[in-house]
Nanobody, 121 residues
Framework: QVQLVESGGGLVQAGGSLRLSCAASGSIFKINDMGWYRQVPGNQRELVATITSGGMTNYADSVKGRFTASRNNVNNTLYLQMNSLKPEDTAVYYC???????????????WGQGTQVTVSA
């Protein structure tokens, strides 16, 4: 079994910063891509950022220059540094990890439980 546990959400004023963490544990051989989605009730889940095992990142246009994804491959933790937050960033943020549980096996995507980020005007 693999678990992803998120932390770091909360309430912040516009212009402020938050850092989200997502710690993966369990039966892990290798973690390939990791990333963050966000979802507002009634809307589809939106891809925010992705990061490869080598550290290459990709961002949604709406967060470029404000958000930074990073990861620690030693302790299998993913981060999202969010700066210059805007009210429209308010959402539940979900992390994911594409995990190989054993050598030669295909990767499976696992999800975190979600963490609420609320940005007040």
């Amino acid at each position: 079994q693999v678990q992803l546990v998120e932390s770091g959400g909360g309430l912040v004023q516009a212009g402020g910063s938050l850092r989200l963490s997502c710690a993966a544990s369990g039966s892990i051989f290798k973690i390939n891509d990791m990333g963050w989605y966000r979802q507002v009730p009634g809307n589809q889940r939106e891809l925010v950022a992705t990061i490869t095992s080598g550290g290459m990142t990709n961002y949604a246009d709406s967060v470029k220059g404000r958000f930074t994804a990073s990861r620690n491959n030693v302790n299998n933790t993913l981060y999202l540094q969010m700066n210059s937050l805007k009210p429209e960033d308010t959402a539940v943020y979900y992390c994911y990890a594409n995990v190989q549980r054993s050598y030669g096996f295909a990767a499976t995507r696992y999800w975190g439980q979600g963490t609420q980020v609320t940005v007040s005007a």
